[in-house]
């Protein structure tokens, strides 16, 4: 088998055409490789398909992860699973399969500030786009604004289509700061649309029995939990703060800090 046809320049040209660019780009080193390995012709197409295939998936990757909008770069190979030994990581491990995203279930993940709720979000947002679930990633607070402002301009229906679209929706920090004072009829519409259609995963610093406050509407509340827990995952992190533990490490405050002495290193 030789490595350059004999004429490589029309080759190339009709790999472009056909948008081959990896077997384009790599085509040299992965005849090489075929032939190092002594493989068949069907064992060589074989190969620079997996190269293609490859090409594409990363990019289809990168593309969607964009359009994800996550705020920074997470996995869960990077989480501190003996920080938070209140987390089932064989649990987590399963989410990770994304089965959930597939059925159109909810993930709840509940707990105080700065036990990696977030980190866990986007970890598992980037494992449903590997899988080919499209994503999107959003705080509550941008969330509830965009749908207010909406509602305001008689386009809610588009906005409510825009969020419901993405098989996974990412609601992050749910309960962190005060929302708009119609959120719970919004938030509502937008749960009713996706329900049993799209998961959503909320992570949220209140537990669901103070969900009512959150939204300022125990009624509507209740009915907007009672379509995310139908069929859901709720995930309780009672662990320490990623923050305060390196602030104990390094000497900021004491290892058993009272309130006053946490709000003054703070």
């Keep these: 088998m030789k490595a350059v046809t004999a004429d490589p320049d029309a080759l190339t040209r009709m790999l472009t055409r056909l948008k081959l660019t990896a077997i384009r780009d790599q085509l040299d080193s992965l005849l090489d490789t075929a032939t190092r390995r002594k493989l068949t012709l069907l064992d060589t197409v074989k190969l620079l398909c997996e190269a293609e295939v490859a090409r594409k998936d ?24 003996a920080a938070q030994p209140s987390l089932d990581m064989k649990l987590i491990h399963e989410l990770a399969t994304c089965r959930w995203v597939g059925n159109g279930d909810a993930v709840l993940l509940l707990g105080p500030p700065g ?20 994503t999107l990633f959003t705080s509550a607070t941008a969330l509830v604004t965009a749908l207010t ?33 119609n959120a719970a009829h ?10 049993e259609r799209g998961s959503m995963l909320v992570t949220s610093n209140r537990a669901v029995s103070e969900w009512g406050a959150v ?3 125990s009624v509507v509340a209740t009915a907007i939990l009672d379509r995310l827990l139908h069929h859901s995952h709720v995930i309780t992190i009672r662990g320490d703060s990623y923050r305060l533990r390196e602030k ?11 309130g006053k002495e946490l709000e003054k290193s703070t």
């Design 58 to 81: 990363e990019r289809r990757i990168q593309m969607a992860s964009s359009i994800a909008k996550f705020p920074f770069v997470r996995t869960l190979d990077g989480f501190e699973f």
């Design 215 to 217: 939204f300022g509407d």
């Design 186 to 195: 919004l938030f509502f519409q937008l749960v009713s649309r996706r329900y």
């Design 248 to 258: 104990r490490r390094s000497g900021l405050i004491p290892q058993r800090a009272t």
């Design 149 to 181: 402002k909406a509602h305001h301009s008689a386009r809610l229906d588009e906005r409510l289509t825009h969020y419901a679209k993405p098989k996974l929706l990412i609601v992050d920090e749910l309960g962190y700061l005060p929302l708009e004072a």
């Design 115 to 134: 036990v990696g709720k977030t980190h866990l979000a986007v970890a598992l947002g980037r494992e449903a786009i590997q899988r080919g679930y499209s």
